[in-house]
């Protein structure tokens, strides 16, 4: 009986220092990536070989909108959904974390949202495909710790730091990780109530007393304001008022204090991963419809001091691209302008972009699989010497999407590939070609546009787009 006791002991020894020991040898066929020696671009850490993150947004097709893909985790689908990426050549994923899941309270981190992560990982890295991680997000739920102030509330604040602690220390080297990306598109409100006391202590920081803040902003003070009480402008534009300016720099200074903490968490327990944010393409001041308030108040020129890469979104906007030839370059110079703004002295990634394709989502005109990939290929080109990475949207189309994402996809729902999948594939084959060197891009005066009104910013952004055009030259025709 003892004798039976000891092979059994022996054999689970065995077989657990086998599992770690794979474990390991995966571990090792992959690297961590770094920002490459000349800051444009990205490299292995030890062998110093060139990364290009070249892939996709994934998440299930099948777990709802906004997707569940925590709430409904298939290990299976999750496996077979990546070895259709591995085949299409995608050598990095983008996936969403949400704080439903994994942080339900805000001292709580969910230990099984943890193993599932756990396993998606191990897939991930079984197909040498890279990961970008989001912090915790609203798709499986709010919690009620976000109220009243997502943003700036010490609460929420407290949370996001506890969550990158726990995070950054289970998977500090993990080489399938590339990289910790803050928030998908964040966007600041215009006003909190609570804000009026932080902003009046800005104030005073920025003009140390009374009367300097009365030189600065002259006729603008009126006699309800007092030191220490100095109203906050209303949601309108108006161009080189100085209350409205300083409000717009202090809701930045805000954004900045939510990227410091967060970075400033995860690097107390994890110096071996990048750091990013995905920003919203509002986050671009040039083009703001709407009131001052459609500006996210994230700037990638302030945060670069913490940021290890720059990530931008961007979606055509200005008009359906197969609507006219006005429409398509229109948009094509649009994104040339927006990536051009987060050029920092550091790489940048366009984390989503794509279009439709194979029928009609939303009030949006039909338009066929190849429209989708000729758009979207017009995209990668005119972007070629301007960013360092390209992430499509989404995986799969979508059945239940209330968006684009409904027709969006690399594949269709069943994952048969699609046109835009097979044209990512040939990208993805020859793709130490695609990228291009940086030019050296002009400076502009980007302040000037947090004041000023919808006239006035189409004047400046039509400026831009022909600074940048004189340098990277213009997009090519609709074919």
């Known amino acids: 009986m003892r004798n039976r006791r000891l092979i059994f002991a022996v054999i689970v020894v065995t077989t657990f220092g086998l599992c770690v020991a794979s474990i390991a040898a995966e571990r090792s066929k992959m690297e961590l990536i770094v920002v490459s020696a000349d800051g444009q671009g990205f490299a292995e850490r030890d062998s110093g070989g060139s990364y290009i993150p070249f892939g996709t947004n994934y998440y299930d097709p099948y777990t ?93 604040l407290r949370a996001l730091e506890h969550f990158w602690k726990i995070v950054g220390r289970r998977y500090q080297g993990e080489p399938a990780i590339f990289a910790w990306d803050l928030l998908n598109e964040p966007h600041l409100p215009w006003f909190v109530k609570g804000w009026e006391v932080r902003w009046n202590k800005w104030l005073k920081k920025q003009y140390l007393d009374w009367d300097i803040l009365k030189d600065g902003w002259g006729k603008e003070i009126t006699e309800s304001d007092k030191w220490g009480d100095v109203k906050v402008p209303e949601n309108k534009s108006n161009a080189g008022n100085p209350r409205l300016r300083d409000w717009q720099l202090f809701r930045e200074y805000l954004t900045d204090e939510w990227v410091r903490r967060q970075v400033e968490a995860i690097r107390g327990t994890d110096s071996t991963h990048l750091i990013t944010v995905g920003y919203i393409q509002w986050s671009y001041p040039l083009v703001r419809p709407g009131g001052p308030s459609r500006y996210a108040a994230f700037n990638p020129h302030r945060q670069k001091q913490w940021l290890d890469f720059m990530t931008i979104h961007f979606y055509p906007t200005m008009g359906a691209p197969f609507g006219s030839e006005y429409n398509w370059s229109k948009n094509l110079s649009y994104l040339q302008t927006i990536l051009s703004y987060c050029h920092t002295g550091k790489p940048v990634v366009l984390g989503e972009f794509g279009w439709y394709g194979g029928g009609a989502p939303q009030k949006h005109p039909h338009l066929t699989e190849e429209q989708q990939a000729e758009w979207i290929c017009a995209e990668i080109e005119v972007s070629r010497p301007l960013t360092d990475g390209w992430l499509s949207w989404p995986f799969a189309d979508t059945p239940s999407s209330r968006d684009i994402s409904l027709f969006a996809g690399l594949v269709k729902p069943d994952l048969t590939v699609k046109a835009w999948g097979q044209s990512f594939k040939e990208f993805a084959t020859n793709l130490y070609e695609l990228k291009q060197p940086a030019p050296k891009l002009p400076e502009f005066d980007f302040p000037k546009a947090l004041t000023a009104g919808n006239e006035e910013l189409v004047k400046m952004h039509q400026e831009y787009v022909k600074a940048i055009q004189k340098v990277i030259g213009k997009p090519r025709p609709m074919k």
């Open 64 to 156: 709802g909108w906004a997707p569940k893909l925590w709430r409904q985790f298939d290990a299976e689908k999750v496996q077979e959904h990546f070895l259709v990426m591995n085949n299409l050549g995608v050598n990095c994923a983008r996936v969403f974390l949400t704080a439903a899941s994994f942080q339900p309270e805000p001292d709580t981190i969910n230990e099984e949202a943890l193993s599932k992560l756990d396993t998606l990982i191990r897939i991930a890295r079984e197909r040498h495909i890279r990961l970008i991680l989001t912090g915790p997000d609203h798709w499986e739920g709010s919690p009620s710790y976000w109220r009243p102030d997502r943003y700036a509330g010490e609460e929420a």
